[in-house]
């Protein structure tokens, strides 16, 4: 008799880490529930797409200035909608929206935290079925509860995250988080509607052979990022080099292959962009959580911890240095002896 297929769920998961919380009263582990039903229904859309009208855009720019495609605003709804029914969460801080969303009902005004959210992420892809992602960072609120929240309960460092998480949306779903005891990934399992455990404690090796960055850009680049990208080509056995190099341009495809394979990824600042392309709210403080959860690193390729950064806007981008440890210490390396004039 074949042992019957017993999945340990995104909940079961859950629970079991808040006994780690003594104080909890499982709110945090509601709100990841929450999150976990929102990405189901983006996932169907998804996987859909090709077969109804909801590609192609909107015909609106979001406050990046980028054209809205049509499951972009789909997902934002779909999260926002998820995340104002759970009566935990009282605003959101959006990719989509360039303000904060203030959930101002009678229960959400009691909701204990805000959550930062790229709802879909890499969407450019969407119309030629590459891999795109949701990217989520909770923090408790630092407004009293049953006030609105305010734009100070979002402006906080990536060292107070309460949990973040992505979700890809690739040849399998997957959900991938962290509240500080550790990475782990969820396979979403369509046949009975779970997220299920498929892996503890996810650990990222020191070193890789992959690095991640958009080369078309590299005339823009700092002269450090450009020794680094020459060294990574370079013939040296005894350093397993030339490093292969792979860019998705879906952030969360790039970093989640590189989180299981070892490998870096670099959005650098350049010349049109001196702060990078890259949101530190909801692209790179969750992201850096995860990473150094798994025992990797994530700096601005200067030596500061993405983690470390005070917010001054919602919308703020830093340079991006994420991956294995030795690769990021490397980067950083040629940072230092090739400073920027
Ligand atoms: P570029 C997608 O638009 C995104 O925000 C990230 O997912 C991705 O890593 C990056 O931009 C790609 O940017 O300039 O290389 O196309």
Excluded: W
Excluded at 73 to 100: K, P
Excluded at 155 to 172: D, R
């Amino acid at each position: 008799m074949p042992a019957k297929y017993q999945p340990m769920t995104l909940n079961e998961v859950i629970i079991q880490e808040q006994s780690a919380f003594p104080y909890a009263k499982g709110e945090l582990s509601r709100l990841l529930s929450h999150i976990g039903i929102a990405t189901k229904i983006v996932h169907r859309e998804v996987n859909k797409a090709g077969l109804v009208d909801i590609l192609g855009s909107v015909g609106s720019t979001n406050v990046q200035g980028e054209k809205q495609q049509k499951l972009d605003v789909f997902a934002n709804d779909q999260f926002i909608a998820a995340l104002r029914s759970s009566g935990i969460v009282c605003g959101i801080a959006s990719e989509e929206n360039d303000e904060i969303v203030i959930f101002d009902d009678e229960l959400s005004l009691d909701g204990k935290y805000v959550v930062c959210i790229d709802p879909l992420d890499g969407s450019s892809n969407i119309d030629v079925n590459v891999s795109i992602g949701t990217i989520f960072s909770i923090y408790r609120r630092i407004t009293p509860v049953g006030m609105k929240a305010e734009i100070s309960d979002f402006l906080q460092e990536g060292t107070k995250q309460a949990a973040a998480g992505y979700v890809i949306y690739g040849s399998s779903t997957m959900l991938v988080y962290t509240t500080g005891l550790g990475t782990t990934g969820f396979t979403y399992d369509p046949s009975i509607g779970e997220f299920c455990l498929s892996y503890k404690f996810m650990k990222t090796p020191e070193h890789g052979k992959i690095y991640s960055i958009n080369e078309g850009n590299y005339i823009h680049f700092p002269m450090g990022v450009k020794k680094y990208i020459k060294y990574c080509q370079e013939i040296d056995k005894a350093t397993n080099r030339p490093y292969s190099s792979r860019y998705i341009g879906s952030l969360v495809a790039d970093f989640h292959r590189n989180l299981l394979k070892g490998g870096i990824f670099i959005y650098p600042s350049t010349e049109s962009n001196p702060n990078g392309k890259l949101r530190l709210l909801y692209e790179c403080n969750p992201i850096a959580f995860l990473a150094e959860q798994a025992g990797g690193k994530a700096t601005d390729g200067k030596g500061k911890r993405i983690l470390e950064f005070k917010p001054d806007s919602l919308h703020q981008r830093v340079p991006f240095f994420t991956g294995s440890r030795y690769m990021v210490d490397k980067a950083e390396e040629f940072m230092r002896e090739f400073p920027d004039k």
